[in-house]
């Protein structure tokens, strides 16, 4: 059974800094992966969405890699800012079904 | 281009009444979700739609949730009887297919309070 688990759970930085977002998951058959971001009292807003065949997928300050070896994926957000502030999700299709699993997200604030 | 459109934002009920909650896709979309999402939770997929035929609604509880996609457009999420454990948000997202190559789209929920 497929679980995705994101580190930190929470992160507070000073705007300006560049940081990165842990996604892990257990079973390394994925059809792919997708970064969302969620504000509070909204529903996601999807960012990067990066196919099995690929490494990295990149959106102006974002850039989400992917290493389906090791179960792992990485949301590096360039030069932060308070508007950046919000709680980050990733999740994944596991290969043979449909269905996103979703991580518990990281809750971002970045401190003006 | 229009969203994900949900309605309502907000519903507050007593335990064991019913409730319903609509979805509208975004045009041209042929995957329908639904999702649970408890507070500082990822969303968990209730049901997923192909058209307008519930492919995968093995996350569904049968005896008190029933759905439906009539003309595999827009979608109807019911809960009767509600109880305090149905207190979350319920989300709605769609996206071409679900062959996995296309990204979901979500609309804004609806937040559930069962008193």
């Known amino acids: 059974k497929q679980e995705v688990t994101q580190i930190p759970a929470a992160l507070s930085v000073p705007e300006g800094e560049n940081l990165v977002l842990n996604c892990s998951f257990t079973d390394s058959a994925i059809y792919n992966l997708q970064w969302f971001r969620q504000d509070p009292g909204k529903g996601l807003t999807s960012l990067l969405l990066i196919q099995s065949s690929q490494r990295e997928q990149t959106s102006g300050r974002l850039n989400a890699s992917l290493d389906k070896s090791s179960g792992r994926s990485t949301l590096y957000i360039a030069a932060s800012q308070p508007g950046d502030s919000a709680t980050y999700l990733c999740?994944?299709?596991?290969?043979?079904?449909?269905?996103?699993?979703f991580g518990t997200g990281t809750r971002l604030k970045v401190l003006a | 281009e229009a969203g994900v459109v949900q309605s309502p934002r907000y519903k507050i009920i007593e335990k064991k009444q019913p409730v319903a909650f609509w979805c509208n896709p975004i045009?041209?979309?042929?995957?329908l979700y639904w999702y649970l999402q408890n507070l500082g939770q990822g969303p968990e997929l209730l049901i997923r739609?192909?058209?307008?035929?519930?492919?995968?609604d093995s996350q569904l509880p049968k005896d008190r949730f029933s759905a439906e996609r009539l003309k595999g457009v827009d979608s109807t999420l019911k809960i009767q009887p509600a109880e305090l454990g149905d207190s979350a948000v319920y989300l709605c997202?769609?996206?071409?297919?679900?062959?996995?190559?296309?990204?979901?789209?979500f609309g804004p929920g609806t937040r559930l309070t069962v008193t």
């Open positions: 739609y192909e058209n307008e035929e519930a492919v995968d």
């Open positions: 999740a994944v299709v596991t290969s043979g079904t449909y269905k996103y699993i």
């Open positions: 045009s041209g979309h042929n995957t």
């Open positions: 997202a769609s996206s071409l297919d679900s062959a996995g190559d296309h990204e979901q789209y």
